[in-house]
């Protein structure tokens, strides 16, 4: 008795191994940190802020602007535009499921969205304010902020703490499930083509999902290397060296060319591709991933099979009103 | 009898002209001309594309970037910020109610908003688009869009004259009613304080409402002359004659700094104000038209009165779902 309890104990042990392991469909529901639950009217007054120029120093440029919520969560370009038309290095990072990523940023440098929200606003080629301060001191002087703020957070609680965390609840309310692969996932096997599902095993043989892993297949851990191998024509081509990735920031060599793993979730709505935005296509993107990642060549097969089940990965987006930002009469930008 | 009829028939028409000349609450629907009937699909097919950043050359700006629909339908600027950070001479006018104008564009150079829509997509410091061809063949490269016209208008149909009907379709939805004043003059004699009817009736006897008449407070006929009266003090604060206004289009003597009559709807939503954006407040705004147009000083208290009505203004902003506009695969804008 106690034997078969045992092994009963240990297949439901390894069937539960395997199912964790295998094809998962994209939750519903994002977890929240434990200081800042998400809540209706947090989400609300994230909107609110997500969409609203004024929080630039020209009164141009939202969150939205560069990670847009009407698109595919960016701005299609290699890289952004920011305040006074000017452009980084780096390509805009979807904002739909950016709720399960590990760690944000393409180098990872922010552990959480809330930490992730504080930075374009300041940063100078981006949203242009000098200082959160700033952004406090302006939010103050809108009367239906003061109303929304006080709502979620109490009396007087406009802060750069407060005014991220909202931003990151809404952004936890940003999820696009079932795509034709989370419905053939959960059961429906009409829903991918023979060609996608090819594909789908294709992307696990060659060892695509050992770091594009997990329901948002972004990844087990937090960094991956960027390229791994060298290749001189794709180096002059794509330039995808000149930019040190974690270590831009780290200054550590053992950081050098390491990126947060991207997510594939409408990867095939977010071209151009990589951080530098330097693929313009999806097909030439898995052709160089399959090189510099695992040093391969794909056939022409495997390229179609593979970029067809990357198309199974849209996702359902949902239905959203538009906010109704709060105005500041008398208020000019510039 | 018969004099009693012609009696009868007289007071009749003295009664609807005295109505028609008196205080009118906002229609709640905006004719649409002859050949473009206002239909849910095509205002559905509008609204995508008045929210698209791909309408201009860097895929950063939309019409909502500077007639913003989750603001006061503009952007809170002097003037507006184009593709690649560029700013024109001119403040962008207020989305909502456009409907209501008799003529488009600040020097009224456009007779309907089907021709408005039109300019800022190709003009290189709005949205930068090279011609309607270039805005045409992007369009029919988005597999969403030749779903979308097709419903709308037909096989084949991604043209510029379709793509401006479905935004002026979907800005003939844009409208704001049931403002204080306008609850006011439907019966509702709470609706107003008694200062905001003072400053209402003090609008009539001074004559502002001459120019800003009818239910959105812009017109009657299409074009008035600003500055009428000369100012040396305000000429060279404000630089209102550095605009031509009309003869910049036309070239004509008799056209010059003629304008269109902005609305006075939601007017403390769309600060700074005049052609040029160079008044702050509206409190300098309404100084500044009893001294240029009616050579008139105000009181503190006639100041006072006249801004608190225009507060009435502000209507209520309808709800409006967020577009999911179609993706291009692989696009890129650079």
């Keep these: ?9 240990a297949l439901a042990l390894v069937s539960s191994i395997s199912v964790a392991s295998a094809w998962e469909a994209l939750p519903t529901v994002a977890p929240a940190p434990a200081d800042n639950p998400t809540t209706e009217e947090k989400v609300e007054l994230g909107k609110m802020l997500y969409h609203d120029p004024r929080l630039s120093s020209t009164g141009t440029v939202s969150c939205s602007s560069c990670h847009n919520t009407m698109l595919g969560g960016e ?27 590990a760690v944000q940023f393409w180098d990872g440098r922010a552990a959480s969205l809330e930490a992730q929200a504080a930075g374009p606003v300041t940063n100078p080629i981006e949203m242009g304010m000098k200082s959160w301060d ?34 990151a609840a809404y952004e936890r309310t940003l999820i696009t499930p079932n795509s034709p692969y ?62 040190k990735g974690l270590a831009e920031v780290t200054k550590k060599p053992a950081d050098e060319h390491m990126w947060k793993v991207p997510t594939w979730r ?53 239905k959203q009103t538009m906010p109704v930002l709060p105005a500041t009469p008398g208020t000019t930008f510039n």
């Design 1 to 9: 008795m106690f034997k078969i309890r045992l092994l009963v104990t």
């Design 75 to 101: 701005d299609n370009r290699p890289n952004s535009m920011g305040v006074n038309g000017q452009t980084g290095g780096r390509s805009a990072p979807t904002v739909w499921n950016s709720a399960f990523n």
């Design 134 to 167: 700033d952004v406090v001191a302006r939010l103050k002087t809108i009367e239906g902020y003061k109303v929304a703020f006080e709502q979620v957070f109490g009396k007087d609680a406009i802060s750069k703490d407060n005014a991220t965390k909202a931003i």
């Design 182 to 243: 989370d419905k053939y996932v959960s059961g429906d096997k009409s829903a991918l083509t023979v060609q996608q599902v090819r594909g789908m095993n294709l992307a696990q043989e060659l060892g695509c999902t050992a770091c594009h892993s997990g329901p948002a297949f972004n990844g087990p851990g937090m960094f991956q290397q960027f390229p791994v191998h060298s290749n001189a024509f794709y180096a002059a081509k794509y330039h995808f060296k000149d930019d």
């Design 266 to 318: 409408n990867i095939a709505l977010t071209a151009p591709y990589f951080h530098n935005g330097a693929a313009k296509t999806l097909d030439e993107a898995v052709t160089i991933m399959a090189k510099m990642q695992l040093d391969k060549e794909l056939t022409k097969e495997q390229l179609a099979d593979i970029v067809a089940f990357l198309n199974s990965l849209t996702g359902q987006f949902p």
